[in-house]
């Protein structure tokens, strides 16, 4: 026994503790009984491994011996192969019955036939009751099946034998009436209740009666689309009523499969309908179904989909209404009326003693259609605001007669324009006057202010107001939209300034018909835009539009002066050099940054404008270059340096060009110049910078292309003053360590001297006989060969020196 057990005792034995204190160190010592055993389990696990790995390491034929394979494990349960095998075997027996009723009817007589299919029919049906009994349910199904299959072949068969006169349609309509009670009433019984398969086939049957009785009686669409409805009602009915299960989930996909095919077919009667009485009728279809759908969203408690129900009731009902409130005006007026009974549909929402599901969901409804009314006036508000960009390629053709005119260049004017802006006029006071939800409240009113912009947009158009007018409320409503700007909302500040832009662009567009226009509204612009960057919250976005409606004055300037784009892209300079200057008073604000961009971008725009006349282009890359430069010198802003250097190296090549000169030294010295300078001084501050970094691509700039224009120059004066500052290079290279100029400087020297003397030895080796070249190629390498350990400690030596080198 453990010491710590005696202990206790002693303690339990001497001083007798409470009952509880007992209990305590009672289950204390237990604690460590059982720790105590764990450990012992564990050592005695340990030891047995090692005894077994001894035991295998004296005999290594046993490590040779396979180990011993588990069980395999079963890939599939019992049940599920049972329910495979009953599957099955109804499967073949139903194919079987198939054959024996289609193929061997016709050689028994009328009493074989109805004495065979009866008989095997009832005991088919009577079997599972049996089995039932037995407990054997899954054998019970799978013939319960089988005999469902065999009344169906019944029903075929007498057919076939007895009623071939009888229209098919209508006789498979009384059949499958017929099969769905035959197959309820056996499914009820109270000893085939169990069984799951005859109640569910008994409502999938029923779903065919009234269609196949429709089709059956040559009725016209109508009655056939409220045969599916009424089916789908009855569906719904059953869903209401039954609980979960086999025969609910049968009785949902058949409710909403018949109920969908119903109401597509009344849908697109109430759209083809040609006057008010099929339009009417169409409608009821509708009615009925938003009748079936909302009685299945309020009368089943435990139905998931009540808010969608309520969408779809909502929704059929303004098909209806609508549709029959469209046969009855002009065809322009069509999507007023749908609107009109959606909006009203919002009453219902007021009804307190509606659920809250349907209350919702007729609100959705109502917004549904209103989203898709204001779907449809998108056209217009394109064309009105798009539709102006075929003026591009024919900009100042004259000044059109009115608005119209001016939006509808080369697309067509929608002929149900006319009604657009009361479309949106009329939502846009649903969504400033029905929403009253606090967390809506603030997006409905950004919609509504939307929504009056769009409608604003339109007017003009609409009613062929002159071009001056159209232009000045474009206007007005740039500046109203700048100006609403002000609101400290985030939300409405960002929905005015998109308002804005997308207003201001439409109104460029519109004036390009004119000269005058475009220069008037081009000025308008940009100072309307200007102004509005005094508001730091929308600068970023107004300080660049401000910059680029100048630089289209500019460029507009240029152009009715008659001034070639050349000479035009000075005064689009100008605007680039005003962007420099305005960031550089900006500072460190969220404007500087767009600034810049926007100035860049119209260097850039002002050297394409001048890249037919080589003159004027190098010099707006030479001002360009200053005002990269200018950039280059605000703290920060270095890297900017290196863009102007490519500016003006660009500026003196162009010019270059211009004067025709062709010798690449022209070119490359503004090149080498300034890059070994920038080297040196880089050298200065980082005495550990390699010179292939500082001097290499300087030195390399002039004497590659002077390298390759000697080698295609016939004259001497190249190739002597190229060789002459290769020498200067490899020796300022050796005198100060410098590798860069020492290897580029001996190369380029090597090549042009290999070049020079090249002719001479064309003619030695011409005039030497022609063994001699042979001979003394062996001559040399024998040489080499001989002194081949010397000539290997020659190149190391002269490794290591240029190692050594900077």
Sequence with gaps: MPGGVTRATLRSMTHLPPPAEELRLLDAELWQLDARRSQLLTRRAWLVAALQQTRQQSRPWASAQPPTAAPPRPETAAPSVQNMLLVLGGVLLTLAAAVFTLVSWGHMGIGGRALVLGAVTLATLAAPVALLKRGLRSTAESVAGLGLALTVLDAYALHAAALSGTDGTGYAAAASAVLAATWSAYGLLPVTAALRLPLPSALAAAQFPLLLWALSADAGPYVITAALLVTAGLDAVAVVRLTAGAVRITAVVGAYGMGGWGVLGAGWLSLTADGPGDASRAGALLVLAAAIALGAARRGPGIRHALGLAITSGLLVVGALGGVARSGVPSEWAVPAYLAVGIALLGAVRAERLPDALRRGFAWASGAVQALAVLWTLPVVAVVLLGPAGRLGRAWSGAPSDARSAVAVEVPWPPDAAVAPVVLVVVAAVLALAVRAVEWRGR??????????????????????????????????????????????????????????????????????????????????????????????????????????????????????????????????????????????????????????????????????????????????????????????????????????????????????????????????????????????????????????????????????????????????????????????TLLGARHHLRAPLVLGGSVLALVTLHELAPYVVQVTGALPRWAPPALAGLLLLALGATYEQRIRDVRRVREALGRMD
């Design 444 to 729: 409905a009113r950004l919609g509504s202010l939307g929504l009056l912009w769009a409608t604003a947009l339109l007017l003009p158009a609409v009613f062929e107001a002159p071009y001056p007018v159209g232009m000045l409320v474009l206007g007005v409503v740039t500046a109203a939209a700048l100006y609403a700007c002000r609101i400290p909302a985030s939300a409405a500040r960002v929905t005015a300034l998109v308002l804005a832009l997308v207003t201001a662009l439409g109104l460029t567009l519109v004036s390009l018909a004119s000269q005058s226009a475009t220069l008037v509204v081009l000025s308008v612009l940009t100072a309307l835009f200007a102004a509005a960057s005094w508001r730091a919250g929308v600068a970023p976005f107004t300080a660049p539009a401000a910059l680029l409606y100048a630089a289209a004055l500019a460029s507009a300037s240029g152009a009715a002066a008659d001034w070639p784009p050349a000479r035009t892209a000075l005064l689009v300079l100008v605007v680039a050099a005003a962007a420099a200057l305005l960031a550089a008073r900006l500072g460190t604000s969220r404007t500087t940054v767009p600034v810049e961009a926007t100035g860049a971008a119209l260097g850039l725009f002002a050297a394409a404008l001048a890249v037919t006349d080589p003159p004027m282009l190098a010099l707006v890359l030479a001002l360009y270059g200053v005002i990269a430069a200018g950039t280059a010198l605000r703290a920060g802003r270095r890297p900017v340096g290196y863009a102007a250097t490519a500016l003006f190296v660009l500026a003196a090549w162009v010019r270059l060009a211009a004067w025709d000169v062709g010798t690449p030294e022209a070119y490359t010295l503004p090149v080498t110049v300034p890059a070994l300078l920038v080297g040196a001084l880089r050298r200065r501050r980082d005495a550990q910078a390699s010179s292939w970094t500082a001097y290499g691509p300087g030195l390399a700039a002039t004497l590659v292309p002077s390298l390759v224009a000697a080698w295609a120059d016939p004259h001497w004066t190249r190739p002597l003053l190229l060789g002459t500052a290769a020498l200067l290079v």
